[in-house]
C-alpha cells in the first residue's frame, strides 16, 4: 500500500551548518502529522527537467502538530539544490511517513547511537521523544563531521546533556584544526569504548549515514564485538 501523500508548506528555512540546511515544513490541511520517530518522508520535488522524489528522515520528534523539521545537506545534486533555494511559503506533496527505523519507547534499552553528518536526524528525533519518557534508558550519541564548522545542533545536544544524566554527547571529527582537544578520526574507531561504556549486556546500536560509515560500523559490531544482529539497527542515505 502506498503512503499517504499530502502537501506541504514551507515555513522557516535557515543553516544548520554552511552545508546543511534546516527546513520547517506545515501540512498545508493543518492535519497532526502522525509519524514515529526515526521514519522518513518522501519529498515530489517540482524541478523544470521534471518531477523528483527523494527521502528526509524527520529530524523532530513526533508533537502532534501539523509541523516537521528536515535537515538537507546540500550535494551538489539536484535535490538537495532545489530545497537549499526552497523559500518559505512555497508548496511540495509529501509522501509519508514511512521506515522502520524506530526505537520502541515502551521497552527501550541503553543505546549508542552512530551517525555522520545529517545521519544525525532520525536519531535527534529518537532522542528528543525518549528524553520525554518518564524512565529514559541511557543514550550516547556519536556525532562524526569533518570539522568543527560541521557539527549540526552541537550546542542543542550540548544543552540537553547538561540536563539529562541519561543522554551523553560525543563529537568526533576527522579534519578538525589543531585547536580541537576532543575526539578525532572516524565513528568507528570510538564505538567499542562508547558501546562497552553502556554496559554492553542489552545495548542497542542505531547507525545512521552513508553506506559506507554504516556498513563498517555493521561490520565491527558483528566481526570485531561479536554483537547479534537483532540489536544492530540501521538506515542508509545512499
Ligand atoms: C531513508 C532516507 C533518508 C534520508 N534522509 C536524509 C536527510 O535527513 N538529510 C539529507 O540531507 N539526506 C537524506 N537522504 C538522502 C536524500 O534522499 C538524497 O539522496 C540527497 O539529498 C541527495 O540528493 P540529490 O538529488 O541532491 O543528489 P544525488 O545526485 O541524488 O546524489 C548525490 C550524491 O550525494 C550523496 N548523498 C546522499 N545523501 C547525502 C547526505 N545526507 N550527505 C552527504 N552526501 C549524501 C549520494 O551518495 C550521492 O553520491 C536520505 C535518504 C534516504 C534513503
Given at each position: 500500500?502506498?503512503?499517504?501523500?499530502?502537501?506541504?508548506?514551507?515555513?522557516?528555512?535557515?543553516?544548520?551548518?554552511?552545508?546543511?540546511?534546516?527546513?520547517?515544513?506545515?501540512?498545508?490541511?493543518?492535519?497532526?502529522?502522525?509519524?514515529?520517530?526515526?521514519?522518513?518522508?518522501?519529498?515530489?520535488?517540482?524541478?523544470?527537467?521534471?518531477?523528483?522524489?527523494?527521502?528526509?528522515?524527520?529530524?523532530?520528534a513526533?508533537?502532534?502538530?501539523?509541523?516537521?523539521?528536515?535537515?538537507?545537506?546540500?550535494?551538489?545534486?539536484?535535490?538537495?539544490?532545489?530545497?537549499h533555494?526552497?523559500?518559505?511559503?512555497?508548496?511540495?506533496?509529501?509522501?509519508?511517513?514511512?521506515?522502520?527505523?524506530?526505537?520502541?519507547?515502551?521497552?527501550?534499552?541503553?543505546?549508542?547511537?552512530?551517525?555522520?553528518?545529517?545521519?544525525?536526524?532520525?536519531?535527534?528525533?529518537?532522542?528528543?521523544?525518549?528524553?520525554?519518557?518518564?524512565?529514559?534508558?541511557?543514550?550516547?550519541?556519536?556525532?562524526?563531521?569533518?570539522?568543527?564548522?560541521?557539527?549540526?545542533?552541537?550546542?542543542a545536544?550540548?544543552?540537553?546533556?547538561?540536563?539529562?544524566?541519561?543522554?551523553?554527547?560525543?563529537?568526533?571529527?576527522?579534519?578538525?584544526?589543531?585547536?580541537?582537544?576532543g575526539?578525532?578520526?572516524?565513528?568507528?574507531?570510538?564505538?567499542?569504548?562508547?558501546?562497552?561504556?553502556?554496559?554492553?549486556?542489552?545495548?542497542?546500536?542505531?547507525?545512521?549515514?552513508?553506506?559506507?560509515?554504516?556498513?563498517a560500523?555493521r561490520?565491527l559490531?558483528?566481526?570485531?564485538?561479536?554483537?547479534?544482529?537483532?540489536?544492530?539497527?540501521?538506515?542508509?542515505?545512499?
Amino acid at each position: 500500500m502506498l503512503p499517504p501523500c499530502f502537501p506541504i508548506r514551507l515555513l522557516r528555512s535557515g543553516p544548520l551548518t554552511p552545508n546543511v540546511r534546516e527546513l520547517v515544513f506545515e501540512r498545508v490541511d493543518l492535519a497532526p502529522f502522525v509519524f514515529e520517530a526515526g521514519q522518513w518522508v518522501n519529498l515530489v520535488l517540482p524541478l523544470p527537467s521534471g518531477e523528483l522524489r527523494r527521502a528526509y528522515s524527520i529530524a523532530s520528534a513526533p508533537d502532534g502538530t501539523p509541523r516537521f523539521e528536515l535537515a538537507v545537506t546540500n550535494t551538489g545534486g539536484p535535490g538537495s539544490t532545489y530545497l537549499h533555494g526552497l523559500r518559505p511559503g512555497a508548496e511540495l506533496e509529501a509522501m509519508g511517513p514511512q521506515g522502520f527505523f524506530t526505537r520502541p519507547l515502551s521497552a527501550a534499552t541503553p543505546s549508542l547511537f552512530v551517525a555522520t553528518g545529517t545521519g544525525v536526524t532520525p536519531l535527534r528525533s529518537m532522542l528528543l521523544s525518549a528524553l520525554g519518557a518518564s524512565h529514559p534508558a541511557p543514550i550516547t550519541l556519536l556525532l562524526g563531521v569533518r570539522h568543527e564548522g560541521d557539527a549540526l545542533y552541537e550546542s542543542a545536544f550540548r544543552d540537553l546533556a547538561e540536563t539529562h544524566r541519561s543522554f551523553r554527547f560525543e563529537l568526533t571529527m576527522s579534519r578538525p584544526t589543531d585547536q580541537w582537544e576532543g575526539r578525532r578520526g572516524h565513528v568507528q574507531a570510538h564505538v567499542p569504548e562508547l558501546v562497552t561504556s553502556l554496559g554492553r549486556g542489552d545495548v542497542h546500536v542505531y547507525v545512521c549515514g552513508l553506506l559506507r560509515m554504516v556498513g563498517a560500523v555493521r561490520e565491527l559490531l558483528r566481526k570485531e564485538l561479536g554483537f547479534p544482529r537483532l540489536r544492530v539497527h540501521s538506515e542508509r542515505y545512499d
